[in-house]
Every structure is written in structure tokens, then in C-alpha cells.
């Protein structure tokens, strides 16, 4: 029996389109994903505004609330619950140079647009949390931008989403490169700062992803710890990397074990999840893989991430305390290799 709730966005069932080459899955519909998501036994859905409403631009704001009640529906009949809306902010031609931070007037106000439309779906969908991955937040070209300008239209944005809803908390999921080369945003440190900067911090926290942690050269059990010292983790994506190279979003411990157990490790000392906080598998499937297996990354990530957690419950602590006592840290490792090795 888990003690953590999961949860899982429609894009990590994807057809296997990479910046190479086409599609090798054919596409699977939304309602049978979600089916398909409470069999494997997640908990919760995430979606970016076009999860729930595809081609958002086209209806009112009326409109979108009327399209993501359909979806709530799917929703409830199966058993799941929304955890975030995400704004899309790097498929459109007028994210092309960013959101929030675009060099252009206009194409900032349709950012915010697509903001306060992911808040609106949220409410409709149940949920009071809204994710910022700022894909295209940054710069390609240095002196195209001003870092500090940059900075500061990110808290304007943050504080204009706090004003057009009270109750919305906004998580800033972290990346520092990938789409864009060098990002406004790049670790949870730079989160907390944004979160202080804005008019309600208590209303500003982090999503950790283990992938994004490791592209920045950071720990992600360090990366989260962090945050949770701060009071603000609020989520975390949960999935592993090979290297400081493309991001991968490979299942969940499949590269760095180790890394991969002290990440539920620290969840499980510090209470992640106490207020409704979900672990999220931002998990891919490999290229390779067959539409029958569609799905499989998904339930090997759970089945490493409840493994992990059982064996993070073993954890002694007594022996831990007396390698520390005796500053034996040589004992302690071995120790924890054994445990994760079954010896
Ligand atoms: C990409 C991100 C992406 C986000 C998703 C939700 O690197 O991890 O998958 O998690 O768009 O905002
Ligand atoms: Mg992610």
C-alpha cells in the first residue's frame, strides 16, 4: 500500500514524434488514456489548457469553461481528479519568442490570456493549482533580452494570475535549458526567489522534475529538499536522465537508483503528500517501443517508485544515527547499497 497519490498528464502516452523523426504509435483517445490511467492506478490527471480544451483559441472564454466541464465529467467518470492546468506557452506562433517575457507587447497579453484561461479551466476542473514550465522563457539569442527584464515581467505575470484569482496557487516547474537555451528560470533557488518576489509568496511555490535537476547539474533529492525546507514543493515530477544531455524523461530510477531512492526518501521524511500533494511520472516511452507497450514506462515507474518507497520504509535509522555517531560514512554507504541491492 502506497502512501503517496499519483499522477500522470495525457502527454506521457505519446506516438513517439521526436525533433528527428515522425510518429511510430497511432494516437490514443483521450477518454480511453484516462481509463487506462485509474486500471494502472494513478490518481490524478495533469493537463495543459489544450489537454482539456484542444484548439483553445477558437472559443470564447464561455465557451472553454463549457468544453472542460465535459472533460471534469470524464473525469468523475473515472474516478480521477485534476491536479493542475498548465498554460501551453510554446506551441503557438506568438510564443515563438516566449511567453511572458516576449519582446513583443502583444504576444505577452495573449500569454496572460492563456494564463487566466488555464485558471478558469482549472476552477471548472476542481483544481487550485496552476503550473509554469516557461519553455520559451529566456533567451536564444543573449542580447536579445535583458535578464533583468525578464525577471521582472516573470513576477508581473505571477502577480497579475495571484489578482485574477485568490484562492489559485501557482507552482514553477524548473528547467534550465530545453526548448530555450538559457532559461529565466532554471532551479527551485530561482523559484523561491520569484515566489519572494511576488505579492503573495505563501501563494508561489516549485515542481521539481528529476530530469530538469540533472540538466542543471543539481541533485534532484537536494533540488526537493530544498523546496521542502521552504515550505513550497508542491509537486514533483518524478522520472530519470542520463547525463547532462537532451532531456530524456526516462522512466522513473531506471539510470540512477540510488538517486532515484533518496528522492522518495525525502519525500517520505518530510510529508509530501500530507496536503494533497501528488508525485507526478513525467515518463516518456522510448521510440522503440510498440503501440502495445504504449504504456508500460508508466507502470514500470510506478512499480520502481512503490518499490522504492518500501524500501526507504526499511531504512534504519538506529544504524544510520550510530554510522554518523562513529562517522563511519564508508559503513553507511555499503549499507544502502546493500539495501537496494537486496544483499
Ligand atoms: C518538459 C516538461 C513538461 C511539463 C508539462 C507540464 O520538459 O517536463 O513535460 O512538465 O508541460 O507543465
Ligand atoms: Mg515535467
Known sequence: ???????VGPWNVHEGADAYGPEVRDSIPFEEKLKKFKEIGFDAVQFHD?????????????EIKVEAAKV???LDKYGLVAEFVAPRLWFDPR??????CSNSAEDREYAMWRAYRSIDIARVLGCDKIVLWLAREGTLCYESKSPVDNTNRLVEAINKMLDYDKDIKIMIETKPNEPIDRSVCPTLGHAMAISAASKDPSRVGGLLETAHAMLAGLDPASEIGFALAMG???GVHLNDQN???YDQDKSFGVENLRAAFNQIKVLMENGFGENGEYIGLDVKAMRTEKQEGSYQHLINSLKIAKALEAKAEKFDYDFQKKCVAERDYEKLELYVMELLMGL
Open 72 to 74: 471534469k465529467a470524464l
Open 95 to 100: 510564443t515563438v519568442d516566449g511567453g511572458f
Open 232 to 234: 513550497k514543493l508542491w
Open 50 to 62: 489544450d489537454d482539456a480544451v484542444p484548439n483553445i483559441n477558437n472559443y470564447t472564454e464561455e
Open 1 to 7: 500500500m502506497s502512501r503517496f497519490k499519483y499522477s
Open 243 to 245: 547525463g547532462m544531455k
